[in-house]
Every structure is written in C-alpha cells, then in structure tokens.
C-alpha cells in the first residue's frame, strides 16, 4: 500500500502544494517550527479523517483560510483517489470523488500507522494513554470498533447524568437499571475487542523485545481490569455473555457509592494495559532505555500484527522518533526501517538521519516556513474551495 | 421586502432542513401562485394546528378523540406495539404485517437529553394494560442506546404486570449480504437466529 500523490490546500501552516513520485522512503527535513509534522499530519488525516495531535479536527485548518482540503492518491491492488475537506467545524470524506462516505468505510482503504514522540507516554504516562493507544490500535485493525466505541461512551455518558441526577435529588432515578444494562452490552463488546487485541499482541511484543533490548529480560503485556479480577474472569476465550454478566453484576455491586460519587467507577473507561519486566511494573521500575525499547516494540508489534491480520502492510509515518530513542534504539529502528516492505514517510532535524533519504527509492524533502521543495513537488492544480 | 414577506420567510426558515435562502424560494414561490394557493395553505396549516390532536387511547395523531387504528374493529386487541414516534408507526403500517395495536412514546429515554420517564407517554400505556386482555406487548424503539434502554425499562416495568414483553428483532437486511453486514448487525442476527 502506497501514496503515490498527496495534495494539501489550506492545511496547517503548509503552502499548497502537490507531491507526486512514491518513493519508498520519504525523509522530511528542517529546522523546529517550520512544518515537518504537519505534513506527517496530512497523509495520518488522509487516511483516518482525524488529527495527529489530540486536539478538535477545525484546527487543522489554517489560520487565515475558512477551509482545508487534503486529497490523495493511493496504490493498492486498485488504485484509489481520497479526499478529506474540513469546513465550519464539519468534515467531508470522498472516495473516488464519491462524497459522503462513513467513516467506516473510508478508513478501511488507507492503513497507516503513526510513531511519534507523544507515544513514549503509552509506557510513561497514564493509563488513559494506554487505553487510547489500544483503541486507536483495534480499530485500525477493525473499522466497525469505531460503533462499538461510540456507543459505549454514549451508554457510559447517559448512565452518568443518571448517577449526578440521582446524586444531587437524592432519588434514584428510576431508569438507571435499563442504563446499565445499555452499558453492559456495549461495555462487553468493547472488552471484546481490546482484550482479543491484547491476545493477540502479548508474544509478538514479547519477541520485539527480547531483538531490540537483548538483555535477556522478558516483557509481558496483558489486559487490566478490577472488574474482571475481582469476579475471577479470565480473559482467555472469554465470551461477550460472561462479560456482559461480569459488567453488570460490578455496576450492581457498586451502585451506592457510584451513586453517591455521581458516576461509573468501574468498567473498561478506567481499565489499564499492564507492562511487567520480568515480573516488574515496566512504569515504575523500569529505566528509560527499556521503556524506549517497550514503546518501539509495541509500535513495531502494531505493525506486523496489522501485516499478518489484513495481509496488507500499512504506511508508516514516524515524526522526530530519532531525538526521542537513544543511538542503540535508533539503529534498531533503522535496520528495521531498511528491510521494511511498505512505504515509509519520517521527519528530523537531524541531517545525519536525512542521508537515510539519498538511497535508492529514497528522497529526501526540506520544509522551510510552510514550502515544502524537493523531489517530486509540484504546484497545486485544483480549486481552493471546499466543493460543497 | 414588506414586513408581511419577512415575517414568512423567517417562519419558514424555522422548518428542518430548510435554510434562510431557500426560505426565500419558498416564500417568492407562493407568491407567485394564484392567491387561491396561498389561501389554501393557509387553511391546511390552521386545520393541523386546531384540528389534530393526540388519540386518548395510543397517542397516535387524530383529529377526533380516537384515531383510526383504535377505531378498526379488525385489529387484535391483545397486542401493542410501542414505537418512538408517529413516524415509525407509520412506517410498520406500510409493511402490512402488523394487525395489533400501537402505543406511542412520542420520544425515547434520554438523559444526556434530559427525556426521563415522566417525559413520555407512559401513563395511558400502564392503564390500557392494567385494564386486561393484552396478552404482549412488542418493544419496537430503536436499536441505538436510547432505544434499547427504553425498551428494558418497558420489560421492567410491564413484566411486573404479568404481559409478555418482547422485542423486535435485528438482522441482516433483505436484498443486503452476509459479507458486507456490520459486524454488530451480524452478530445480533446470529444470536437472534431461529429454528427453522
Ligand atoms: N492551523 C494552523 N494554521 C497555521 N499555522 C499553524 C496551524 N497549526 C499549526 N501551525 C504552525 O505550524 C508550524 C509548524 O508546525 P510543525 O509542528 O509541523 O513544525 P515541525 O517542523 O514539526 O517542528 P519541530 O521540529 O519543532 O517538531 C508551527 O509554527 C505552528 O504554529
Ligand atoms: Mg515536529
Ligand atoms: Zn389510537
């Protein structure tokens, strides 16, 4: 899977500009500030309809523009054209100049997987991170998860305004039982996903990073959740009934004092990914090289694991990873990058690294205050303006 | 423009989907037909307004006290089928299949709404089964959060009353297929499965 051609219009602080030629290996170079992630940012919005960064999709439009459009053109067995428009806080997707496509249908076509320096914080920061981390990663993997995940947080939302409501009149609210039986279906489905994703990844993470670390110690991964210890649920083969059963049975036991909190205090919203080191919190205990080795695993691990799923091989698009891993990380990261079949778009600020980009299929991209100019840049050719 | 246009356009611009530019073509458009047009309109949108209310019995629209469903003496007395919205009720009489009676919600459980159970029809539901002779009662809301919810409150609170609540079934699409389905619809149409 490829882009062969990328086209922006009012994206961030980027000129316009259109990138034809599909090098393998894309190598964007610059100073800080001039828009080197931005335009890793583009190809990510292509191909999901969603920001790089956290942050609202509007912003991505630039400052002094009402609206933005990013089109692409991607080599799979058949070649595709993509669109992404952005206007008024409203988004557009176009698949083959077909407008109006769901969300599910138009992330199926473009695979890509980001690495960037926020990642360090799915082994370093919170477990909000890893939660995120592990959704962002099944639905790539499996585009109807987005419905899954929607409905949950809407289940999750309702039964919550019920616990306030019951929290501030003192009365439960008579409809809160129905609520969390909606929360328990969708709860369950959401399990399903993340722990079959979870399954599935442990011996493949485990392997990155016995190559990458080479010190013998051993990373295992596995899924965390009070309410599935607690009621002795074992995660292996479970099915979407027992959990079910499982979510609500713990919703009931902690009624009073959801209650008396006003909101759910237990349930796949407050579940953690664990990472041990030979037994040890990864979080805790372990040093900064073996933490920058974890995330590199996982990333890697994402990678392959989406290769062997859908036997397809996702665009990976890596933002300044170099500043963030040390040197011996960093070769890892290379060697890998080298024998790595798919297309590869990186940034740095490193002009060491930039001789990555003078190899054959390789090319090499400077950003200098939004321009972008090198290989295979041309001029813009459409219309400015949304087309609707 | 006259106040009298003005005024127009900004009533008409209130309606669902209908934008301030396209209110304009509307409002010009009726001025433009013969006055009789205009006139008759006119008489239809005050006929609604004071002529159509709820059926005291399901809360489908009438303009007498009963609506037609109600009043034909054909339809099975022992079956309700609890729907959202007058629309939807509608929509399962174009089927022809359905030869029971309706209650309608007028709205579904929603608290990120603040649409609770005092906010819909549920009092004249509980006294038409309190009454006797309906033997089920078929959930019909929709299948997102708010639907489901409501139709297990509605087992909650009918069960309790000795009826058989049930609940419409999902599946796939006729005319769709296996392979194109979403994985939430297929899964639910292979739990729902039925012998044959
Ligand atoms: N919506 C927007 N409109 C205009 N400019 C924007 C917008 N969003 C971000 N920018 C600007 O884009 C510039 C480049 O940002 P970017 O993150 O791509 O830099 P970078 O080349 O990756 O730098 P670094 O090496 O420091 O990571 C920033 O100065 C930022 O203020
Ligand atoms: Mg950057
Ligand atoms: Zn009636």
């Not at chain 1, 890793?40 to 999709?57: D, N, Q, S, V, W």
């Not at chain 1, 994703?197 to 295992?220: C, H, K, N, P, Y």
């Not at chain 1, 349930?267 to 974890?294: E, I, N, Y």
Request: hydrophobic share 40%; with cysteine.
């Amino acid at each position: 899977m490829r882009v062969t051609s990328l086209g922006l219009h009012g994206f961030r602080n980027l000129e316009p500009v259109r990138l034809e030629a599909p090098a393998r290996l894309t190598v964007i170079v610059g100073e800080n500030g001039q828009g080197k992630t931005n335009l890793i940012e583009a190809i990510y919005c292509l191909a999901t309809g969603k920001p790089l960064r956290g942050g609202r999709l509007p912003e991505i439009v630039n400052w002094e523009e009402k609206g933005c459009r990013i089109l692409g053109s991607v080599e799979e067995e058949v070649a595709k054209s993509m669109e992404v428009q952005v206007r008024s806080g409203r988004r557009l997707l176009m698949l083959d100049s077909k407008a109006s496509v769901r969300l599910e249908r138009y992330t199926k076509v473009l695979k890509v997987v980001a690495f960037t320096p926020d990642d360090l914080q799915v082994v370093k920061g919170s477990a909000e991170n890893r939660r995120k981390w592990l959704d962002r990663a099944v639905f790539t993997r499996n585009e109807q998860y987005a419905s899954v995940h929607r409905t949950f947080r809407r289940a999750l939302r309702s039964r919550n305004r019920l616990l306030r409501k019951g929290k501030d009149t003192g009365r439960v609210p008579e409809e809160l039982e129905a609520f969390d039986e909606a929360v328990a279906a969708a709860g369950a489905r959401l399990w399903l996903g993340r722990i079959g994703f979870v399954e599935e990844m442990a011996r493949l993470i485990a392997e990155r990073f016995d190559t990458i670390s080479r010190q013998g110690a051993s990373l295992e991964i596995s899924y965390q959740s009070d309410l599935l210890r607690e009621q002795d649920v074992s995660t292996a083969g479970v099915s979407r009934v027992d959990l079910e059963k499982c979510l609500r049975v713990g919703m009931r036991k902690r009624r009073r004092s959801d209650l008396a909190r006003g909101f759910t205090t237990a349930g796949p919203q407050v579940d953690d990914l664990a990472m041990k080191l030979s037994g040890h919190d990864l979080r805790t205990f372990g040093s900064q090289g073996q933490q920058r080795a974890a995330v590199l695993a996982l990333k890697v691990a994402e990678i392959e694991n989406l290769r062997l799923r859908l036997r397809r091989t996702p665009v990976l698009l890596l933002d300044d990873v170099s500043s963030e891993l040390d040197p011996g990380r960093n070769a890892h990261l290379l060697g890998y990058l080298a024998g790595f079949p798919g297309q590869v778009w990186m940034t740095t600020t490193d002009p060491q690294l930039a001789s990555a980009g003078q190899g054959p299929e390789a090319r090499c991209l400077t950003v200098e205050d939004g321009k972008v100019s090198g290989e295979g840049v041309r001029s813009l050719e459409i219309s400015p303006t949304c087309t609707w | 423009m006259p106040p009298s246009m003005s005024r127009l356009v900004a009533l008409l611009s209130k309606l669902p989907g209908i934008g301030e530019k396209t209110a304009h073509r509307l409002a010009f458009h009726v001025l433009d037909a013969p006055s009789a047009y205009a006139l008759e309109l006119a008489e239809a949108l005050s006929a609604v307004a004071e002529g159509v209310c709820f059926c005291t019995k399901c809360c489908n629209l009438t303009d007498s006290d009963c609506c037609a469903v109600c009043r034909d003496p054909r339809r099975d007395d022992s079956l309700i089928c609890v729907v959202e919205s007058v629309q939807d009720l509608l929509a399962i009489e174009r089927t022809g299949e359905y030869q029971g009676h309706y209650h309608v919600l007028h709205g579904a459980l929603s608290p990120l709404d603040g649409i609770g159970p005092e906010e819909l029809r549920l009092e004249t539901l509980l006294a038409r089964v309190r009454k006797g002779g309906v033997r089920e009662v078929i959930a019909a809301t929709n299948p997102d959060v708010e639907g489901e919810a409501t139709s297990l409150y509605l087992h909650r609170l009918l069960g309790a009353l000795g009826v058989t609540v049930s609940r419409i079934a999902q599946g796939v699409p006729m005319g769709g297929d296996i392979e194109h389905a979403d994985a939430v619809t297929l899964g639910r149409a292979i739990s729902a499965r039925r012998p044959l």
